[in-house]
T-cell receptor
Framework: GAVVSQHPSRVICKSGTSVKIECRSL??????MFWYRQFPKQSLMLMAT?????????EQGVEKDKFLINHASLTLSTLTVTSAHPEDSSFYIC?????????????FGPGTRLLVL | QKEVEQDPGPLSVPEGAIVSLNCTYS??????FMWYRQYSRKGPELLMY????GNKEDGRFTAQVDKSSKYISLFIRDSQPSDSATYLC?????????FGAGTRLTVKP
């Protein structure tokens, strides 16, 4: 299957700082990328859908000013957690879908574990 | 009511056992049905997907979908310790994908 990478894999930061997470599709161009968060022993919750060259679509309850998403190219989307607080500590996972592909062509990154102290 | 219900377990079985994992979903419009495997601290990887009711087999894994009862299953034959992971079911309509909570499976040698 296709490869999606995330960087960093783990980050620890102080409360109030901002953290940027990168998601890259390595061997295909992804017009659409997705950002999820996963709390321990819980399922993936979709935060937002990132569309190349346009604004992201956020799920209900997700603060767009807190979770800034930029999809500047067909292979890169970034999620910036602004003014992070301990409750933002979670596992953040991105995924990318092949153009014109169905759900089976959606590939997930390895995730980024964020710990806010 | 959650859109996709899945018993989180944990489920522990001896090596060689047949494992049955199940989910129910609420929206009859869902078109794709997927099973993902997620190892600890890793992203999910697609195991199997189906588009319609019926069975789909891949090696030791069989996915089953019953659209009439909105029920999806994953069977693992001859389970191995390396199968120990969290298994997530997912349903999809277009680009909208919804996940179950995931079932944590441990296969003991």
């Amino acid at each position: 299957g296709a490869v999606v990478s995330q960087h960093p894999s783990r980050v620890i930061c102080k409360s109030g700082t901002s953290v940027k997470i990168e998601c890259r599709s390595l061997d295909f161009q992804a017009t659409t990328m997705f950002w999820y968060r996963q709390f321990p022993k819980q399922s993936l919750m979709l935060m937002a859908t990132s569309n190349e060259g346009s604004k992201a679509t956020y799920e209900q309850g997700v603060e767009k000013d807190k979770f800034l998403i930029n999809h500047a190219s067909l292979t890169l989307s970034t999620l910036t957690v602004t003014s992070a607080h301990p409750e933002d500590s979670s596992f953040y996972i991105c995924s990318a879908r092949e153009p014109s592909g169905g759900a089976e062509t959606q590939y997930f990154g390895p995730g980024t574990r964020l710990l806010v102290l | 009511q959650k859109e996709v219900e899945q018993d989180p377990g944990p489920l522990s079985v001896p090596e060689g056992a047949i494992v049955s994992l199940n989910c129910t979903y609420s929206n009859s419009a869902f078109q794709y049905f997927m099973w993902y495997r997620q190892y600890s601290r890793k992203g999910p990887e697609l195991l199997m997907y189906t588009y319609s009711s019926g069975n789909k087999e891949d090696g030791r894994f069989t996915a089953q979908v019953d659209k009439s009862s909105k029920y999806i299953s994953l069977f693992i034959r001859d389970s191995q310790p390396s199968d120990s992971a969290t298994y997530l079911c997912a349903t999809s309509l277009g680009s909208d994908m919804r996940f179950g909570a995931g079932t944590r499976l441990t296969v003991k040698p």
